[in-house]
């Protein structure tokens, strides 16, 4: 993922635990839902939804700037996709 915050893109799901390289996580709170952040092993980060309504759901992206502000880019354009309804970024 690179450019503008318009640019950044999601890939929703459940991170299996051997995407995680075991590190510890830390959290962000993003237009009021909190989020885990995880290095993922592959010089990516991982973002888990703590505050959603589906345990362990969230997404995944590389390489990881670091940025702050990057970080919730990508988490505002990822809670922009989700349905309300179901808590899931649904299939056309």
């Known amino acids: 993922m690179t450019g503008s915050d318009d640019e950044w893109a999601a890939s929703p799901g459940a991170a299996p635990s051997s995407m995680t390289d075991g590190k510890p996580a830390s959290r962000l709170e993003v237009d009021g839902e909190d989020f885990e952040l995880r290095p993922d092993g592959f010089g990516g980060t991982h973002y888990t939804w703590i505050s959603g309504p589906n ?28 349905d309300p309804t179901t808590g899931y970024i649904e299939d056309d």
Do not use: D, K
């Open 55 to 82: 345990p362990g759901y969230g997404f995944s992206t590389s390489p990881t700037s670091g940025s702050l502000e990057q970080h919730r880019a990508s988490i505002r354009n990822f809670l922009s996709m989700v």
